[in-house]
């Protein structure tokens, strides 16, 4: 009976100094896991927001520490020195935003030899190189949803055009094939896709091709510009030109750069990939790895909160979702960030 006793207090001592102690020494048990989300580096507000998707990760799940590094300057020596000293400390999982696709492969198979789980988000990491790569949407979500938001704005009535970056770009060009094939939704037919114009991702030609498009097409009600070079360069066109209202614009943008336009009604909305909800994913999938609860192969289903579930493509390609929009409430909110 004493023993008994004895072992009760012990095991209360031992649960006690458990939850004070957090050495690297204590046994897992009730260790929180360390998920390290490592980004290309420091002081950049789109990482910030990264960060804060973490935090809010971590709280969620409740057995979760989310740590937050990056080198001072993006490069892949900076960020292999971190993996390094990651490993030496045994943390759980390191998701990773590379500043090289192939040059952190060696460490991080160190780091997964380990033991470590390692996914790559935002920009990815070769397959071999981790389990999952995260990347913010894709082809078909982007310019399906571009074709959308312009409807919106129209009415789903008259002519569109399309600001592009270069002609050679191989998602922007993906993109805009969805558009076309959006287009063809009944939903659609008192709109008609016009033109599309590339602006080379460079400011002055963005905004002369859309000052151009305006003069060629009279009955132009909107333009979309899935650049945020583009977007933007669009958005003070359409102001100068006094068309405001009258042309709408729609694309994918920096909320910091389309603030002004959005919240002036210029641009009504307009969406982009939010680094809150990458940061908040890709903790949500380490710690589903980590645990066990899926191992991350071909045709997984990951439950990632309020993000819903993201599915384990072909070599780990997972796919977050649809662009988040930005309109006139929430733009200022993200625009702080980045």
């Known amino acids: 009976e004493n023993m008994k006793k004895l072992f009760t207090i012990a095991l209360a001592l031992t649960l006690v100094c458990g939850l004070f102690a957090g050495g690297q020494q204590e046994p897992k048990g009730d260790q929180p896991l360390k998920i390290v989300l490592l980004v290309k580096s420091l ?74 789980k390692v996914i ?8 071999g190189g981790r389990t999952v790569d995260l990347i913010p949407s894709d082809s078909e979500l982007i310019g399906r949803q571009q074709v959308q938001l312009i409807a919106e704005l129209t009415d789903y009535k008259g002519q569109v055009a399309v600001l592009s970056a270069t002609s050679q770009a191989t998602n922007q060009n993906a993109w805009i094939e969805w558009m076309y094939e ?3 939704d009944p939903k659609y037919k ?17 905004y002369r091709e859309a000052v151009g498009l305006m003069q060629k097409y009279p009955e132009l009600t909107g333009i979309i510009s899935p650049t945020t070079v ?95 929009v930005f309109n006139k409430d929430n733009i200022a909110t993200y625009a702080a960030m980045f």
């Not at 292999?80 to 696709?101: C, F, H, K, P, Y």
Request: glycine share 14%; aromatic share 6%.
């Open 43 to 116: 002081g950049n507000g789109f990482f910030e927001a990264v960060a804060d998707g973490g935090v809010e990760a971590a709280a969620e799940l409740g057995n979760v520490e989310s740590i937050y590094m990056g080198p001072s300057s993006a490069t892949a020596e900076g960020q292999i020195d971190i993996i390094e000293t990651l490993i030496a400390q045994r943390v759980d999982g390191i998701a990773i935003s590379a500043n090289d696709r192939d040059a952190l492969i060696p460490v991080t198979k160190k780091a997964m030899a380990a033991g470590i």
């Open 120 to 127: 790559s988000f935002d920009s990815g990491i070769a397959p």
């Open 182 to 184: 959006e287009f063809k």
């Open 190 to 206: 008192d709109m008609e896709l016009v033109e599309v114009v590339y602006g080379d991702d460079a400011a002055d030609k963005s």
């Open 230 to 324: 583009g977007v933007l360069a669009a958005s003070k066109a359409i102001e100068d030109e006094g068309m405001k209202g009258k042309v709408q614009i729609t694309g994918l943008g920096l909320p910091s750069e389309m603030q002004h336009y959005v919240e002036n009604g210029t641009c009504g909305q307009m969406a982009l990939w939010n680094p809150v909800d990458l940061g908040y994913t890709s903790t949500m999938i380490l710690e589903a790895l980590i645990s066990g609860k899926v191992p991350g192969n071909e045709g997984d289903m990951i439950k990632v909160g309020r993000m819903g579930e993201v599915k384990v493509g072909l070599d780990g390609v997972s796919i977050m979702g649809t662009p988040f």
